[in-house]
């Protein structure tokens, strides 16, 4: 896929599932539960032991039908290890220049970490287009991510941490591009008690909420 083609399908589906688990063989669980209940993309983060192989096996398994990103990738190092197993994108916590420039040089779609304005202004300046706001529930929520739309009313944005299916319409009303959510999707107690049937209806209940915030009456934003 192309970085045009990538973003194009992140805008589309509204939400990015963030992967993190305990194995490959929790990942590759999670994985295939999140797709059951209808969410076609997932971000494998770094923090998975042989976080490599998981990408490896979704973008081989699952190319066609599923959009597999890396996340909480910090290095050019760890972005080139990702690019070269089939990530069609680099996702970091923080804000990582090296990353940009490893991704920009791949055709790749890189989402750096920003949370404060000068952050947001960097990666804008270094050509991010989408640009993840984390931790965003920790700050504010959907009532800071309004303030940054305010100067930056371009910037196409993805608030993740506290992020839900409850607040969806919350965060859409305040300007998202699309959600990044983490736990409150993938459940490591599900996980380690083998429910993937609670994180498919994690993920069905979610997209429902993606599709209603962006289509009907959306909650006012204070």
């Known amino acids: 896929m192309t970085k045009d083609d990538v973003i194009r399908r992140i805008g589309e589906i509204g939400v990015i599932p963030v992967v993190r688990a305990a194995s490959l063989d929790d990942a590759m669980r999670a994985v295939e539960a999140i797709a059951a209940g209808g969410i076609p993309i997932v971000e494998i983060t770094m923090t998975v032991p042989n976080a490599t192989d998981v ?25 080139n290890l990702c690019l070269a197993v089939g990530a069609e994108f680099l996702v970091s916590p923080g804000l990582s220049l090296p990353v940009i420039s490893v991704a920009h040089a791949s055709g790749k779609l890189a989402i750096p970490g920003a949370l404060t304005p000068t952050e947001l202004m960097t990666a804008q300046n270094a050509g991010a287009r989408l640009i993840k706001i984390f931790p965003c529930g920790n700050v504010g929520g959907a009532k800071y991510l309004k303030a940054l739309k305010g100067p930056f009313p371009d910037a196409d944005l993805i608030p993740t941490g506290g992020v839900n299916a ?7 009303a305040a300007g998202a591009f699309a959600l990044g959510v983490g736990g409150e999707l993938v459940s490591a107690a599900a996980l380690r008690e083998g429910n993937l049937g609670k994180i498919s209806e994690a993920a069905r209940e979610l997209a429902v909420a993606v599709r209603s915030a962006r289509q009907g009456p959306q909650k006012t934003v204070a």
């Open 166 to 172: 409850a607040n969806a319409a919350e965060f859409f």
């Open 55 to 79: 990408i490896r096996h979704v973008a081989r398994d699952y190319g066609d039908k599923i959009v597999v990103g890396a996340g909480t990738v910090t290095s050019a190092e760890q972005a």
